[in-house]
């Protein structure tokens, strides 16, 4: 027993919550004039970046692995990342049919205007669009 409580004690249980904080990376590079920093996301099937298997978290890899497709399509208000998304949000036809045009409605209080939002704060965003749009989200069981 006491071999057991020692091994709990110092080999803690992975969690397996995404932290958005810990899996984001910031990447400094350098141009002619100035550096220029950029913030990346890495995923990984453990730990704090783990993701697989939960319908949120697959919301989530999705956003943040798609997220330059996903803002080009809001901006049309049509595309296959979308239709993709909608799925992942468990839409039937007509959400399917209204997400995009919902986010294109709404692109600027979703991605910002000039200053680039973090995937958690998009992500957050397009999630309490769906909640509060009546249509949205009677044909839609998002999983926030």
Request: aromatic share 10%; net charge positive.
């Amino acid at each position: 027993m006491k071999k057991l409580i020692i091994l709990i004690l110092l080999f803690p249980i992975p969690s397996h919550a995404f932290n958005w904080k810990k899996c984001q990376k910031t990447v400094r590079k350098f141009s002619f004039f100035f550096p220029i920093s950029s913030t990346t996301t890495s995923l990984s099937s453990v730990g704090d970046c783990s993701l697989i298997g939960i319908k949120e978290h697959d919301k989530k890899v999705f956003l943040v692995q798609n997220i330059e497709q996903i803002k080009d399509e809001s901006s049309r208000g049509h595309g296959e990342f979308l239709t993709t998304y909608a799925t992942l949000c468990e839409c039937n036809n007509t959400g399917k049919k209204v997400l995009p045009r919902l986010f294109q409605e709404n692109y600027t209080q979703i991605f910002g205007s000039g200053e680039e939002k973090a995937p958690k704060a998009i992500y957050e965003s397009m999630e309490g669009l769906i909640q509060s749009n009546l249509i949205a989200s009677k044909n839609c069981n998002q999983i926030i």
